[in-house]
């Protein structure tokens, strides 16, 4: 069993991470690169709490070998989260109380990055469809769709300010 | 355990790989494959990706479109061209699986998953394979219900665009979104003169692959494009189907409520 060296850019630092052969990108965050705000939950894509953006599309990195995703860029929970506080997205969800227990919630907030990022302005429904492959188990639904809609809301104002 | 994971950046180095590698495993997205190989699967040894191989793509010409086998269902939502599939693959998983998941690999994911499978039928796709020194072109209707070489790679579908209006699609599954499917029907249907001139369907979650509905089809040509024909045509599904139990539904309620969602699919009602 030949161990390799795969090359990721993560939250913008370039790393070169050591693998064995079918190594999930969910076990290569977590287990080499330290960062556990990508959470396990089903390894089979089904709930996705290990949602993380590849190359600026989400995706669920318990279904990545690693080794197939030489020199992509990968951007966590933890890349989101600016030094100082809180990104707009994070701020959405804690203030309208979109976490119960919190296992869901990175996953939720980077579903939600994947979506205003194509998407800045969406509707209700295009919430939905976004967090569709998200499990909640604590099912607190609607108030994580009201936090991705006044997320897209905080984040267009803060675009608006900065162009004023 | 698995011994290897490689990612070729050709197709010839995929069909070198697949020769030299014992018990290898082809892999495209990844959403039907790893979730084996997370719960501990002894079934292969080797991963080869296709996810380098040069398969992704979307070329539309004379009406005609040629998908490579590695692209991905957001990407085939992403093609103008193929704005009339919008609807059908929204049903299929989720956003995040959807950039994922890839139109070749889903010809080989078990029912009740595999709408788009249905969808390809339906619009008689073909599927080019390659085994590394011949190609040949198969429908996919044929493909779906047959086993590949061991060396077989599917490199591309094809298809002619439907007119509009033509297409048609319900699925039936637990929940409005992310659900497998309880049945899926996908059809193309013309009308001239009144009457259909011609027609397919597919049907997905209903048998062991996804299956063309050749009674229903028989019995709506020639007839008006109505509620009453499509019911009586579509009475006729329970030649087409074999139904399964699973956790989403018994067989007894797909055989049921399969001609409902074929009538439904046919003329909206």
Redesign the interface.
Known sequence: MKHSVVALTVNGAERQVLVAPGTTLLDALRESQGLTGTRRGCDQGACGACTVLVDGKTMMSCLLPVETIDGATIDTIEGLTPMEGLHPIQEAFLEGFATQCGFCTSGMIMATAGLLARNPDPSREDAVRAISGNICRCTGYEAIIDAVLDAAARMRAAKRDKAA | ???????PGSLPETHALLSKLDGARL?A???AV??T???GTDEFS??V?L??AGLSGIVVKDGVVTIGAATTM?ELADEPALAFLQSAL?TI?????R??ATIGGNLFVKQPYGDLSACLIALGATATVSDGTATRIEPVEKLVASRLGPKDIVTQLAFSIPSPGSFKFVKAGRKA??AAAIVTVAAVVSVSDGVVSQCRIGLGGVAECAVRARSVEEALTGNPLDRTHAEQAAAKADRDIEPFDDSHASAWYRARVTPVHIRRALVGE
């Open positions: 355990m698995l011994q290897t994971v490689a990612t892999i997205g990844g959403t790893m979730p190989l997370n719960a080797s991963l990706s996810r380098a957001t929204e998983a989720s956003p995040t699986i950039n994922m979104l992310n």
